[in-house]
């Protein structure tokens, strides 16, 4: 019977703290990107303009070899141009695992974005962005960020918009959700322990894994490029 009460009390704080992570942050995701060209609204961009967003932040969502991004990294990628040519923000802030040389995001998402036109100095990279945790803290410490656009799927906007949030990182959201990815179920069901890991690390007020220099968002981003 205690072992009942104790299982049970454990899955009513997880429920928990899961229910408060996504309804804190359901109200800042502005906007969906979907298979339909129109789905952002011009009374969407119109709020999403207002925020006068320092960087649009695109999360890492790993690669195909090391020369292409996954499906779900390319709509991400593809979600932050289209907002970057519509002056959403004048900077992207690209943020991924570059861990080893055998798995650099960096290297593809910074080929990806140069070949789409934006300008090297727009371009920020965050070369050890090895958690959505880590990315939210490291751009507000390295990066200098106080206001930002957050370009993921919407399943992890919550926790993306969260750790934005517990960084003083005024934040909304848009979600690259062009179509229906392979292994969903897998990321919603993980989705909810990585909820429950986040809210932890802000508890401890964590740092990220790795600090660094200084690189200010309203500066040059070719400093952080890595080359």
């Known amino acids: 019977m205690v072992l009942l009460l104790l299982v049970l009390a454990a899955f009513l704080a997880v429920a928990g703290i899961n229910g408060h992570v996504v309804l804190s942050e359901k109200p800042n995701i502005a906007a969906s990107m979907t298979s339909d060209a129109g789905s952002i609204s011009n009374a969407q961009l119109k709020r999403l303009k207002k925020l006068n967003a320092q960087c649009i932040m695109v999360l890492g969502a790993g690669i195909i070899g090391t020369e292409r991004p996954t499906p779900m990294l390319k709509d991400r990628l593809d979600t932050a141009l289209k907002l970057y040519w519509a002056g959403v923000s004048p900077k992207i802030l690209l943020t991924g695992d570059n861990g080893s040389v055998h798995h650099n995001e960096l290297h593809v998402m910074l080929k990806y974005v140069r070949k789409a036109g934006v300008p090297e100095a727009d371009i920020f990279c965050?070369?050890?962005?090895?958690?959505?945790?880590?990315?939210?803290?490291?751009?507000?410490?390295?990066?200098?960020?106080?206001?930002?656009?957050?370009?993921?799927?919407?399943?992890?906007?919550?926790?993306?918009?969260?750790?934005?949030?517990?960084?003083?990182?005024?934040?909304?959201?848009?979600?690259?959700?062009?179509?229906?990815?392979?292994?969903?179920?897998?990321?919603?069901?993980?989705?909810?322990?990585?909820?429950?890991?986040?809210?932890?690390?802000?508890?401890?007020?964590?740092?990220?894994?790795?600090?660094?220099?200084?690189?200010?968002i309203t500066g040059s981003g070719v400093i952080s490029h890595g080359e």
């Open 126 to 216: 965050d070369h050890a962005g090895f958690s959505t945790y880590d990315s939210a803290a490291r751009a507000k410490q390295i990066f200098r960020v106080k206001r930002m656009i957050v370009v993921t799927q919407t399943y992890h906007m919550y926790r993306a918009l969260y750790d934005c949030s517990e960084n003083h990182i005024t934040a909304l959201g848009v979600g690259a959700d062009q179509q229906r990815y392979s292994g969903q179920l897998v990321r919603d069901v993980r989705e909810v322990p990585a909820r429950l890991k986040d809210f932890i690390l802000v508890q401890m007020e964590e740092p990220p894994k790795l600090g660094g220099e200084v690189i200010p």
